[in-house]
């Protein structure tokens, strides 16, 4: 398994936004946290929450929760610095947060050009897991740090909310409620008693081999293995044979790209989307393979 790992640099220039540059640079260490930091904060609102297309298919500048996740990534990936800004996020939250404790998929789309329909269209008064339990997950990775975020109240409810809605879940989910359901029991599996069961049953929902079909994606979408469970020595893992996340590891190495950067398998909205996804998605394969020792 060999990556180009020479011709991930001038991809990066060609295809990713400046967030994602600084987060590659930082991975490989020749970046610091405040270069990231920087870059995030050009994304921020006065209200504290994050907009203007920090998630690629949702480019209308108002703050959106769905934001929320991307933000929070950045704050967990320059550990131990913090920023205040990630209990200012909390707060924002908080503000969003329905009376179950859960957030809305998306608020009313001020710009709707090049903005994916499933957030266009979502309906602000009903809690999304999916996007709650997204966001609740990455802030956990930032709690591990950041005393602000630990202590704050919307983490609380948005735990509550996703632990009782989770518990609550008949049959099988969404692919995607699926895997973020999973990274959030993953992320309070030492905190919250109850995670240990929940994880077990949601996880008898993948298959063997660990491939997931995207129902309502392109053709080919499906959530594999390293989508559910991306880095090693963590309670999702366990879900998985050995033998499944090596081949996967396989599978991702060659989906390495000749321009060095690497791909995604789900629908396009925008020019400038489809080339941030491929940044992003670039610096997550190598979080991966490094975190898995193939970098």
């Given at each position: ?95 969003m ?19 994916a ?28 740090h ?35 359901a ?30 997931v ?24 893992r ?58």
């Open positions: 398994m060999n990556v180009n790992l020479a011709a991930i640099p001038g991809f990066m220039a060609g295809h990713a936004r400046v967030l994602d540059r600084r987060r590659y640079d930082l991975f490989m260490g020749e970046g610091d946290a405040q270069g990231v930091l920087a870059a995030l904060e050009g994304y921020r609102n006065p209200d504290g929450g994050y907009g203007w297309g920090l998630e690629p298919d949702l480019r209308t500048p108002e703050s959106q929760p769905g934001a929320a996740l991307h933000a929070f990534e950045a704050f967990a990936e320059v550990a131990p610095v913090t920023s205040p800004h990630a209990a200012a996020l909390c707060d924002w939250l908080e503000e947060t329905l009376p179950d404790g859960g957030l809305p998929f998306a608020l009313p789309v001020r710009v709707p050009a090049a903005t329909t499933w957030w266009a269209s979502a309906d602000p008064g009903t809690s999304s897991l999916q996007i709650t339990a997204v966001s609740a997950a990455a802030a956990h990775r930032v709690a591990a950041d005393p602000a975020v630990a202590a704050h109240p919307w983490l609380e409810k948005a735990t509550r909310y996703c632990l009782d809605t989770i518990q609550d879940l008949e049959g099988m989910p969404h692919a995607y409620v699926l895997s973020f999973l990274h959030f029991l993953d992320s309070v599996y030492d905190t919250q008693p109850r995670a240990a069961d929940l994880l077990k049953r949601l996880g008898a929902f993948i298959p063997d081999d660990g491939r079909p995207v129902e309502g994606g392109t053709e080919h979408e499906s959530l594999r293995p390293l989508d559910f469970a991306p880095l090693p020595g963590r309670p999702v366990e879900l998985f044979e050995p033998d499944v996340i090596a081949a996967d590891l396989v599978r991702l190495v060659g989906e390495q790209q000749d321009d060095g950067g690497w791909t995604v398998d789900y629908a396009r909205f925008s020019p400038a989307g489809s080339l941030e996804w491929r940044g992003a998605v670039t610096v997550g394969a190598v979080r991966i393979l490094r975190a898995n020792g193939l970098l």
